[in-house]
């Protein structure tokens, strides 16, 4: 069975710190790897996802295979980096997504 | 576009009630997801359609809810009798699936569920 898994439901840091939000999988194969994001009163959307190896508002999340985590990391947080984020995978064989329970990230200033 | 539209934005019905809620999706688009929302469970899916046809209906609690998709714009979720541990967040989604990787799936603003 596929899962995803995100230990910590809350994330507080302060402007300018680093930031890390970890994600965990079980999947039998080669999962497709995401991030959504959900800022306040906005719908959920995609942030990145592994394939792309691009950074999106300072972000970037490395697929480890070895230790299947895919966890999203930013150098320094900004304020405006508060939400919620959810860490998701899909497979070849179903395209519908499996999310973990989501982490809140509060940049204080 | 206004992107994946959900209606109602909220509802609250007494249980024994039915209660449909209704998608609009992505023109264009040809997968569309019904996925709920619980403080217990999370965010997991429903029901998935690959034009207009349900490819995955696993997530679909039990025979109070079904599920249509009768053309390419428009989707409904029932729930026929509503009780109250279905109250949640149900959120649609599309995207456009062909061969290949997968596609960005385009989230509605979601439906708040309460029964009471």
């Known amino acids: 069975a596929q899962r995803v898994t995100q230990p910590e439901k809350l994330l507080s840091v302060f402007k300018g710190a680093p930031v890390e939000l970890k994600c965990n999988y079980s999947?039998?194969?080669?999962?497709?790897l995401f991030w959504y994001v959900q800022y306040s009163r906005q719908r959920l959307q995609l942030l990145l996802r592994?394939?792309s190896r691009e950074s999106i508002k300072g972000f970037t999340a490395d697929l480890n295979k070895g230790e299947t985590s895919f966890h999203l990391k930013k150098p320094f947080a900004q304020e405006e980096d508060s939400a919620m984020y959810y860490c998701?995978?899909?497979?070849?064989?179903?395209?519908?997504?499996?999310f973990g329970s989501g982490t809140r990230l509060q940049v204080q200033p | 576009d206004a992107g994946v539209i959900q209606s109602p934005r909220h509802e609250v019905t007494e249980m024994g009630q039915e209660v449909t809620l209704r998608c609009k999706p992505i023109?264009?688009?040809?997968?569309l997801f019904w996925y709920r929302q619980t403080m217990m469970r999370g965010l997991e899916l429903l029901i998935y359609?690959?034009?207009?046809?349900?490819?995955?209906d696993s997530g679909m609690p039990e025979d109070r809810f079904s599920a249509k998709m009768p053309n390419a714009s428009f989707s409904t979720l029932k729930i026929q009798p509503s009780e109250p541990r279905d109250s949640a967040v149900y959120f649609c989604?599309?995207?456009?699936?062909?061969?290949?990787?997968?596609?960005?799936?385009?989230f509605g603003p979601g439906t708040r569920l309460t029964v009471l």
């Open positions: 989604a599309s995207s456009w699936e062909g061969t290949g990787s997968y596609n960005e799936q385009f």
């Open positions: 999947y039998s194969g080669s999962p497709e």
């Open positions: 592994h394939i």
């Open positions: 998701a995978l899909s497979g070849p064989g179903r395209r519908a997504l499996t």
């Open positions: 023109s264009g688009h040809n997968s």
């Open positions: 359609f690959n034009n207009n046809v349900p490819i995955d």
